[in-house]
């Protein structure tokens, strides 16, 4: 979608005859330094992020237009991908939240096995932040499982010696 867009724009540029080249390019260097930018200090600690940032930046000072325009649709589509991990991180630390409430309330000796359980869960998760998309998929895969207070052989607390990353 975006890419047609983009293509689009060009072709009216070029038929109106209302923007240069140069003014086209100084468009795609914009658009691109722009994400740069907006997201160089959040990808710090991120290696897939980070390497993104730095796709951009370089085509930003030497690649043509096309290549600007091209290097700005395909970071699009990484960070929306990123960005609905990162909101189903935290959507499901919340939930996490609302069960260690419970659990605590219960304050049963089941209750505290699976305290441990969701505990973990929610550090693993805590971590996966910095993950490149395709490990954030399986952080959030693997802490999405419920506690079978049967399967918790003793009562684990969260400084446990355990994580899935
Ligand atoms: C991500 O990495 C950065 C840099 O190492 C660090 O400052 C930040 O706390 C990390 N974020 C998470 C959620 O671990
Ligand atoms: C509990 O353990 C059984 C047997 O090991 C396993 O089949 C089951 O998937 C486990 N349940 C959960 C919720 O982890
Ligand atoms: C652009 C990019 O790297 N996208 C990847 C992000 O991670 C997902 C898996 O969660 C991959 O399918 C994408 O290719």
């Known amino acids: 979608m975006k890419i047609i867009a983009i293509f689009l724009m060009l072709n009216i540029g070029y038929i109106l005859g209302s923007e240069t080249l140069e003014e086209l390019n100084a468009v795609a ?32 000072k030497s690649s043509p237009m096309k290549e600007k325009f091209k290097v700005r649709a395909q970071f699009d589509i990484y960070n929306e991908r990123r960005q609905d991990l990162e909101d189903r991180i935290r959507n499901r630390i919340k939930t996490i939240d609302d069960l260690i409430n419970k659990l605590l309330v219960i304050n049963t000796k089941k209750s505290k096995k699976c305290l441990g359980f969701y505990r973990r869960q929610k550090k693993s998760l805590q971590k996966a932040y910095n993950f490149s998309n395709v490990t954030k998929r399986a952080n959030l895969l693997h802490n999405k499982k419920q506690c079978d207070p049967e399967n918790e052989s003793y009562e684990s607390s969260e400084y446990d010696e355990y994580s899935y990353y």
Do not use: C, P, R
């Open 29 to 60: 260097t914009k658009q691109v330094k722009d994400m740069v930018d907006k997201y160089k200090h959040l990808s710090v600690g991120n290696t897939e992020f980070s390497q993104w940032i730095k796709k951009l930046d370089k085509a930003s």
